[in-house]
């Protein structure tokens, strides 16, 4: 891609005026996602922040500690997508600064989410068939990941989109960490050089800007109210453990709420729920509020209904309370539900089971042009007068939103524009 200049290394600077911005695809409380396309005509998600934005959290870090911790994560996320270089993960194609926003620019993945694609099914639900497709390719992913002592800690559907390709692509790492690993079995996957964070070197950082829901938890969250009466697990010496507490709550491991410190494992329970949600349609410990939820996660069995299958089997094994219990990768990859899984070849399979309708730029209406740096404000501005109102209910919350997406007229009105 040639659309503009290199800077810090192999990252590519792209140029505003260079971009054709086709449509705002979504947006959040620290930004927006618009579709671009390139001088080449490749298609790009670039996600797009206001620059005082960053520079505020910036000045700010060194005072508050959740600040730092936002500030981190932005930085973060930023390093590790230079780092990626595998089918399942997003590539950084490029940085782009103006005087009014920042951002960067992704794989664009127009099948939406993995979330938006099972509510289209009939039943809302996925076949086994379908479910081991997806499961085996987010297996990979995670194992990828881990090999570079990163451990993901946010899985869900929403944050799972689906290529052009019909293969799943894995989004949004701000909830991310490093861990260092310590057993020689770790080391052994760690091989592999792992994004540095040096946040005096770098100049210009980049967030994602999907915005946390009402039901996502921040790492400043404390819920050992809702743990005090439960044991807690020994701590492991195999891997380093985070004390962080992060996830979306219906998704989260029972040790992260005991706030015992997590590794590796908590993927893999993530992707018990997510199995567990694609078989039945709804997630397995969901409770009336948040407080229920926990108390479901790290008190109450799955209710895995239905004859015992290996799905099923699979499902158990990897919501299992006890991270020291827990089915491990070797095991996953070797479960009878993977039995027929070519873990070599699942990446390149031609005919995934969902292949997403190509996107028509040129049936598109681009002459009203979008101007990105007014849009990206106007974000910023509905989002800051919302934190007056903070104390209202979701469902008032959603009307706002859907008066704000009324009012700006530069996006394409449908289903396609997502509100994080």
Known sequence: MHDGHHHDGDTISLELNNLKVISALGRGAKGVVFLVQT????????????????EKKKITSSSSSGDENEYR????????????????????????????????AIDYCPGRDLNYLRKKQTEKMFSDDIIRFYAAELVLALEYLHSLGIVYRDLKPENVMVQESGHLMLVDFDLSTKLSAKSPEIRQINSQPTPQINLKKNKKRFPMFFK???????????????????????????????????GTEEYVAPEIILGDGHDFSVDWWCLGVMLYEMLYGTTPFRGANRKETFYRVISKAPNLTGELTPLRDLIGKLLEKDPHKRISIKEIKGHNFFKAVDWESITEMPRPPFIPELTEVEGMDVNKKIDVESYVQ?????????????????????KNKDAWVNNHPTQIQNDNFLIF
């Open 39 to 54: 001088e080449k005509g490749e298609l790009l998600a670039l996600k797009s922040i206001l620059r005082s934005s960053i």
């Open 73 to 104: 994560r932005i930085c973060f996320e930023r390093e590790v997508l230079s780092s990626f270089h595998h089918p399942l993960l997003p590539k950084l194609h490029g940085v782009l600064i103006t005087d009014k926003i920042v951002g960067y």
């Open 212 to 246: 946390r829901s009402e039901s996502e938890i921040s790492p400043e969250v404390s819920v050992h109210s809702v743990a005090d009466s439960l044991s807690s697990s020994s701590e492991s010496d195999s891997v380093q453990k985070s004390n962080s507490f992060v």
């Open 378 to 398: 106007a974000v910023f501005k509905t989002e800051e007068e919302g934190k007056v109102d903070k104390k209202n209910k979701s469902s008032e919350e959603n």
